[in-house]
Each structure stands twice: as structure tokens, then as C-alpha cells.
């Protein structure tokens, strides 16, 4: 029986040109990160169920989950995201940690879903949480490592944009202004988290079975049209939502002094779902036409210690997929060219019985950081220059037995030198040029 | 019910002091990688189940290894080690690619053992595999990928050696010298396999039951007893061992040019187990008297490329595990201390209403590329240069409100100036110092 040469379904096989694009962009994410001295962390890729139960209830844990009982009869399952991990680890270190507590994680994810475009079974994503007392400069903070990094691959204001709302405006606009019980503050989240999937009439037809007082329905229509951020201000102050829920007009100052004024839009529609959310809400939008999608989200909350027996700890925090993000990196033309790799030198020879001076050079030149692939057995010259470029080399150095002499051409500027094999000085500074 | 806040048995917290120690490792095997030109990849985290039983058998999948069905009826498993997936995949591309083929990867395994010293469930593993035509160079090439690895931490022959032997020589001495069977000759591996670990009456005992002539029975203790190079170079000939079948000289004389004699020790019980392996076999060894074991394994196959009906195409190749480096580099006192981050500067105030002119300045230095941890909130200095020490940062800023100036405090050197806030350049400078 032949086995079969696939990866798993809803998986990648990442061979050199993906990997590469993939370690790329982590390295931007592990930059953006540590411009803000967020510090890196990880945890097992399996967790005992009862955590996730704990944090996302029941249906996560049938519908999504690869779960199953190892031989101690444990029920565990492999992370499908990082946030009960971190909760946990935190849970262990935050009474005597410094705060804020500044992480971030680029952890190997699974989920079990049907595998469709940016969402597969298995992907990587970039997690950063700031764990600390309640501010807006938290929430500040968490936006802008998001735009250093869309930065950083050149994406500006025109690529993409950060829709945002709160959930503490939203709880006092339906209990407050709106008068709704609990119950029903739920069911109208639920409606408004689908407002954009929904079309217009149906829509309506549900809002009408809230069965609102004239007025309050009109305030909701209102709401739901919002489309500035100056609106939304004038909306706060007509409702009278208190600065000490949160301060909106400190949050724009705080937002403006960052850099992030170009990028935030508030939208009506965020609410993160029925996620653990208690505060700022937010979702990284792409703005090309063929793909508009959210790329990452994310929010403030405050109640995930809570499952640990722990005293409060609020935090505020992301989420990035590769998968996602290298859509959107591609779709805008900013995911440069990894065809080929990266490395300095391919070092052969068209001669007999000249091996050892190859590994010999080869060596040499490695100990002063220079990389170089080596190719001890003779070759015709035209393979030679075949395999070089291939190889996404900048130099190719043939070494010439009767001589003892080699022979490095550019690749680039096709310009060609010959070096004593014995004069490493000056084959290095032509290495280095 | 509380949630317990332990990780899951065998496997790992990594809090930001050990992750960045792994980070650390992490980096310099992709150095050590990219100074030979190897490419990275990665596969999936969960593979079918046949592909683990093609390759090691039965037993590997019952004891060792993470599996269950998913909800499509598919048996797949954790992956346990890396050697079956990039077989997978490079049976996908070999027919295209050019040779040699030289790729490296770092991913997260999960094997099913009882956790101890240096074994846990959950482990990270270098894995480096160059597939191209046999060649004892091939073999050198991988050495040196360890032995610069090794080096970039400091350590040298006094820390480590490469035990080696080669399986082609072991079949020809059982086969043709001894004129053993096949099923003698694998019980013979099996025995020489546990040569270390039997006390000596033990192995006597079982070694007579294989009723060998009294020529061979001591041929065989003369070839236990081999120790250095130039004994199993003169054995060797003794014994006729052809040049076709591994060219030993060749190798000697390669590992020569290439800096590896100081590394190099023959040792006759290394076979490697039953394992895969058809020519050169090595374990890299710890010299430190407290921590003689194994740090990685590895050696030359041809077979892998069998089970996916493909033609064969031989290999090199090692693992070495994230937990077995770390303890060896922390028995010689090779681990930098990575208890605090590397920030740049940590950037705060005394002054009430100054929360807009530390987000401003620290959102200027760094778009110039220099990390910041900013904290807005005044804070009194004792607190600001306590904050700043732990956090691992090189500088203090102090934004005083006033005078619109930033006082700068050098952590290490306690020299401090003062800037303007409107003056980056000056600024930059000075921390760039």
C-alpha cells in the first residue's frame, strides 16, 4: 500500500518559499512586539477540556474542538486558541509580577472547521495581551502595536482601518436608555453582531419583536447610522453615557498623541459576539474591495481570572492569523518575493580532486558569519552557475586546483575577481560588498 | 469548581525568562542552518496515522504516540517526531527539485512518555535532512551544521564529542566476516544497541548464545574494544571493508578539512537502535562528567521515500530536542541569563496631565526603530526607576510637564542629561549611545 503524500485536511505543508514568508512575518510580529516591550511566552499545545469549558462554554467545546482522552484518562484537547492559556499562566504569576504585564505569543493553533478561504484547521497566530489595571492607555497601547506592525509591511491608512465600540457604552445604551433587562440586552447584542450579515427586512423583522417604545426604537435606528466618530461623541453626550464607564473623550486624546486618530472608525456593529469583552471592542478591517474582512479583533475584559479563583485582573488583548494576514499582505501587493532563499556564497569547482579546498574555503569563510552552500564535487560551469542562482546565492567562487586560486563572480553585477585561496582577508571583503 | 492552573503533565510553561531562552536557541539553529544554505519548512501538527505505522511500525504507534479519530473517521496522531512528514513532503517535490535538498525545521512534538531529566511529552526539535545522491561529503556537511550550531555557544571539544560508526561497516563485519543471517545480525544490533546499558556478565552471558566460532567470537570483542579512529581505520582493513561499500579515508580526510577531527570518536555501540539508518550513524555526547548522554542523533538513510512508491532518494539528517540542549548548556554554564528583557528605554513622568507628551515622544522613538515600554500615569521616581530596572530597560525617561523637557538616565552608566522634547534627533542620539 502506497501512503498518501497530502497533509492532513484543513493543514498546510509549508515548503521553503511559504515558510520563509511565514518566519518573515513573525519576525515583524516579534519586532512590533518588543517596540513596546511586550515579552514573549508559550504554553502546551494541549490543555486539560475543563479549561475551555470553563471559559467558552459547551458549544465550542463540541462544534470546534480536537479533543480526546489520553491514557491517564485525562480529557484534553489540542488549543484552539491562546487566550485560557495565557489566563492560566498569568493566573500562576500575577500577584507577584510587576504590572502591567506585557505578553505576547505566536502559538500553532487547531480548529476543527470546514477549511475555506483564510480560515484552515491549523494556523498561527500572533497574541498579545497587556494585564493591568483598568486604563485607556492599555487600550491605546494594543492599537498601536497592531499599526507598528501593519506598518512595517508598508501598510498605511489606505489598506486597512480599525472599526471600534464599547461595550460599556452599549450595556448603559440598552439598560439605561433602552430600559432592557439582561435577557433582552442579550438578544439584541446577538441581533446587532449579525447586522451586517443580515439583509434590511429581516433585520427589521427582528428588531420589531423587541417591540420598543417609539422613541427608544428611533434612538436605536439612530445608533445603528452612526458613522463617525464625531457623531458618536455627540451621541454619547445626548444619551449622557458617564465618563467614568469609560472615557471616550480621553480615549480620543490618548489616540490622537499615539498616531492611531487616521485609522479608528467607530462602528455600531462591533460587539465581538458574545465574547468575554467588558470594555473597548475593536476589529482591524481590510479596506481593498476584494477583501473586505476583518483581520484581526480584539477588546478589553475583565473577568478572566475568575475560573482560577483569582482576584480580578483586567486586560486588553489580540488576535492575528497568518493565514489572514498573509491574504491581506498579498491582496495589497506587500509580501515581497520569497522564491528564493537568502545566501551569500555557492562555493564548487569544474576540477578534479579539489574537495577539500572546497570544504576547507567553505569553512573559513563561515566562521566570519558568511553563509555559504558548498558543492565539493566537480561540475561543468553552466550547472554550477544554474545551481547558484537557484539557490538565491549572491556569489558563485569556483575553485581552481592548478592555481590555487578561486574565481568569485557577482551574480547580480556579473563582475568577477580571483582571490589567493590562502588570502581570506580579501576574499571576505568581497563577500561583504 | 476552580480550574486548575497547572499545565498539562509533561508539557511546559514557558514564562518570558525561558521563552526568550528558547527564542535564544531557536535563532542560533536557524543561524547555524542558514550558514549552510538550508531551507526552513514546517508541517502540519497532526498527521494520519499510516504514515507514522509505514514508517516505524506498530510499536511506536501503540506506546508512544498521541492519536485518535476525528469526526471524519480519520485516525491521525500528534506528530512524535519529524522524519515521516518531511518524507511526505519531499516526496511531493524531489522529482522537481534540485539536489541536494536542504532543508531545516524547529517544530513542537508530542510524544507519550513518562516526563524525566531531559524527556518531557512536549518538546521542540531541530531537525536538519539533506537528500541528494550518497555522498560521504553529504555526511560531513551535517556534522558541521552541529559542530557550528555547538560553536555559536560557546562550545568546543571539551564540551562535546561525535560518537559515530557506520551501518553499511556493521552489516559487512556481521554478513561477511562473522557470516551471520539476516535474523542473527539483527539480534546482534539489538545486543551491541544495549552494549552501554548491560553489565558486563550480563552482555557475556547473552553474546554466547549467539555460538559464534572462537575466530569470530574474538573478532567481535576486538571490535568492541576499538576506540580510536586510527584502531577502526586498521580493523577495518583487516576485515577487507570495501571503499565502495563507505569510503572511510574519504570521510577521515573531509571531517579533516572540514575542522571536524577534534569532534570525531569512533565508538562501536553506536548503531543507533533498529532504527531506519543504512550508513554513517552518530550521537553528539556530553563530556560533562554529571550529564553523560546523548544530545542528539542521527546518520545516513535511503529508504524513506519507499512507502509513498517513489524512487529512493537517500538522506542525512539529525534531530536535536529544545530540553536536552538546554540542560547541556546550562551544565557548562553556556546559557546567557535571560531573567529580564532587553528594552530600550522606559518612558514616564512626575507630573499630573502628562499622559499625551509620553505617548508623543514614545511613539516618535519608536518609528526610529527603538523599543519603548511607556507609562503614562505619573508615578513617583523611586517607582518609575524601579518599574524601569525590571523591565530591563538601559534607559529612564522622565517627561517633566514644566519645562516640556525629557530627562534621560542612563541605568547602567547613572549619567543623565537633559533634552527638549521637541529635539528627537538629540534624543536618538543619546539613546542610540
Redesign the interface.
Known amino acids: 500500500?502506497?501512503?498518501?503524500?497530502k497533509?492532513?485536511?484543513g493543514?498546510?505543508?509549508?515548503?521553503?518559499e511559504l515558510?520563509?514568508a511565514?518566519?518573515f512575518m513573525f519576525d515583524q510580529m516579534k519586532k512590533a512586539a518588543?517596540?513596546?516591550?511586550f515579552?514573549?511566552?508559550?504554553?502546551?499545545?494541549?490543555?486539560?477540556v475543563?479549561?475551555y469549558r470553563?471559559k467558552s462554554g459547551q458549544e465550542l467545546i463540541n462544534d470546534q474542538i480536537?479533543s480526546?482522552t489520553?491514557?491517564?484518562e485525562?480529557e484534553?484537547a489540542?488549543r484552539p486558541e491562546m487566550t485560557p492559556t495565557v489566563a492560566?499562566?498569568v493566573?500562576?504569576?500575577h500577584r507577584e509580577a510587576?504590572k502591567p504585564i506585557?505578553?505576547y505569543s505566536i502559538p500553532?493553533l487547531?480548529r476543527?472547521e470546514r477549511p475555506q478561504r483564510g480560515r484552515l484547521r491549523?494556523h498561527w497566530q500572533f497574541n498579545v495581551d497587556l494585564f493591568g489595571p483598568e486604563?485607556i492607555?492599555n487600550e491605546?497601547?494594543i492599537l498601536?502595536v497592531i499599526t507598528?506592525l501593519f506598518n512595517s509591511f508598508g501598510a498605511n491608512a489606505s489598506h486597512f482601518e480599525i472599526l471600534f465600540n464599547n461595550r460599556q457604552f452599549i450595556d448603559f445604551f440598552f439598560s439605561k436608555t433602552l430600559g432592557l433587562d439582561e435577557s433582552k440586552s442579550y438578544d439584541l447584542y446577538k441581533l446587532i453582531d449579525r447586522a451586517k450579515k443580515l439583509p434590511k427586512e429581516k433585520f427589521d423583522e427582528q428588531l420589531a419583536a423587541f417591540n420598543l417604545e417609539l422613541k427608544n426604537s428611533e434612538l436605536f435606528n439612530e445608533y445603528l447610522t452612526l458613522k463617525s466618530i464625531e457623531e458618536f461623541k455627540t451621541f454619547s453626550e445626548k444619551i449622557s453615557f458617564p465618563k467614568e464607564n469609560w472615557d471616550l473623550s480621553g480615549f480620543l486624546?490618548?489616540g490622537?498623541?499615539?498616531?492611531l486618530s487616521k485609522y479608528l472608525v467607530f462602528d455600531p456593529t462591533i460587539v465581538r459576539g458574545l465574547d468575554y469583552y467588558t470594555g473597548l471592542v475593536f476589529e482591524v478591517f481590510d479596506k481593498h474591495p476584494d477583501n473586505r474582512r476583518a483581520l484581526c479583533g480584539g477588546g478589553a475584559y475583565a473577568g478572566l481570572m475568575k475560573?482560577?479563583?483569582e482576584e480580578q485582573l483586567p486586560g486588553v488583548g489580540f488576535g492575528l492569523g497568518d493565514v489572514t494576514l498573509k491574504d491581506f499582505l498579498e491582496s495589497h501587493g506587500l509580501l515581497p518575493d520569497f522564491s528564493h532563499?537568502?545566501?551569500v556564497l555557492?562555493l564548487g569547482t569544474e576540477d578534479e580532486s579539489c574537495?577539500?579546498?572546497v570544504?576547507?574555503l567553505a569553512?573559513a569563510i563561515?566562521s566570519r558569519?558568511i553563509?555559504?552552500?558548498?558543492s565539493?564535487?566537480k561540475l561543468k560551469f553552466k550547472k554550477l552557475l544554474?545551481?547558484a542562482s537557484?539557490?538565491g546565492?549572491r556569489f558563485l567562487g569556483i575553485i581552481q586546483k592548478e592555481t590555487n586560486k578561486v574565481k568569485i563572480k557577482n551574480l547580480n553585477t556579473n563582475d568577477q575577481n580571483i582571490f589567493e585561496l590562502s588570502n581570506i582577508k580579501e576574499i571576505i571583503t568581497e563577500l561583504n560588498k
Chains 1, 2 share one sequence.
Open positions: 500500500m502506497s501512503i498518501s503524500k497533509p492532513y485536511k493543514c498546510r505543508d509549508l515548503f521553503p515558510k520563509r511565514q518566519d518588543h517596540a513596546f516591550g515579552e514573549p511566552y508559550d504554553g502546551p499545545m494541549l490543555e486539560e475543563d479549561l470553563a480536537y480526546f489520553d491514557r491517564g485525562r484534553v489540542i492560566r499562566m493566573a500562576q504569576v510587576p506585557r505578553w500553532n487547531m476543527y491549523e486604563s492607555y491605546i497601547e498601536q507598528h486624546s490618548a490622537d498623541a499615539a498616531g475560573i482560577f479563583n532563499g537568502n545566501n555557492f574537495e577539500l579546498e570544504l576547507n569553512n563561515r558569519d553563509s555559504v552552500i558548498n565539493p564535487s544554474q545551481q537557484k539557490s546565492s
